[in-house]
């Protein structure tokens, strides 16, 4: 029987916001000053703030106002760039407990790795070629004409809907740091958390209330 693992990625196997840190990272190569000053003002603690009581209101979230700082950029251009930025990424903001697991049973007969991100797939699909996954899900960056449109493709927003875009009835491990995979760990054989010390009572109240158990935290 095929044993499926499945691992997130954005702070779970790699310990940043990889969606963000690669909209920065092009933002600096191609050395536009202005959409910097927007990403850094958007990520600050004040616009945070703003962000959330956008998202309350389904006007905007920082996730949003981020992706539509790579608009413009054609797809070769960010093909280009998101290489050189995953192999930096992995080179040094590697979560190091966690790539051991994963790595443990990496090439093994009838076992099967997905990355299973909301991180837009320009970056995961990188991701997953450079840490050899058979297979992975993201959030699918739009592109007309060849022109990123700084939006998600509507239906492919993975972002806590995981479970709906992996096809496999259940998964023999889910590792993961985001409360919004809770759904998604309910298929799991064994579920595993990435969390600091402070979050894990927050884990534990939440997965009682669901009826999960956890196999084993994972502590940053």
């Known amino acids: 029987m095929l044993k ?7 702070g779970t196997l790699i310990n940043e916001n990889t969606t963000f840190k690669f909209v920065r990272y092009c933002l600096l190569k191609e050395k536009k000053w202005i959409r910097l000053i927007i990403f850094y003002l958007a990520t600050s603690v004040l616009g945070k703030t703003v962000n959330r009581f956008g998202s309350l209101f389904k006007i905007i979230g920082d996730r949003e106002i981020i992706l539509l700082l790579l608009k413009g950029f054609s797809l070769g ?20 407990l966690v790539m051991d697991f994963y790595n443990a049973h990496i090439g093994d007969f009838g076992v ?8 837009i797939d320009i970056v995961v699909k990188e991701f997953s070629n450079r840490l050899h996954a058979d297979s992975y899900i993201a959030s699918k960056l739009e592109f007309v004409a060849g022109k990123c449109t ?3 493709v509507e239906k492919y927003d993975t972002k806590g809907k995981k479970q709906d875009f992996l096809h496999f009835k259940s998964y023999y491990q889910l590792v993961t740091d985001n409360y919004d995979d809770i759904e998604a760990s309910k298929r799991a054989q064994e579920f595993y958390v990435v969390c ?11 997965t009682k209330k669901e009826n999960v158990s ?7």
Do not use: P, Q
């Open 196 to 206: 600091d010390s402070g979050s894990k009572d927050n884990w534990l109240r939440m």
């Open 77 to 96: 251009k960010l093909s280009s760039h998101s290489k050189d930025y995953v192999e930096k990424a992995i080179e040094s903001n590697s979560n190091d």
């Open 112 to 119: 099967t790795h997905v990355i299973a991100s909301a991180s």
């Open 214 to 220: 956890v196999k084993e935290f994972f502590e940053r």
């Open 4 to 10: 499926v693992r499945v691992f997130d990625l954005c």
């Open 150 to 152: 700084g939006k998600l």
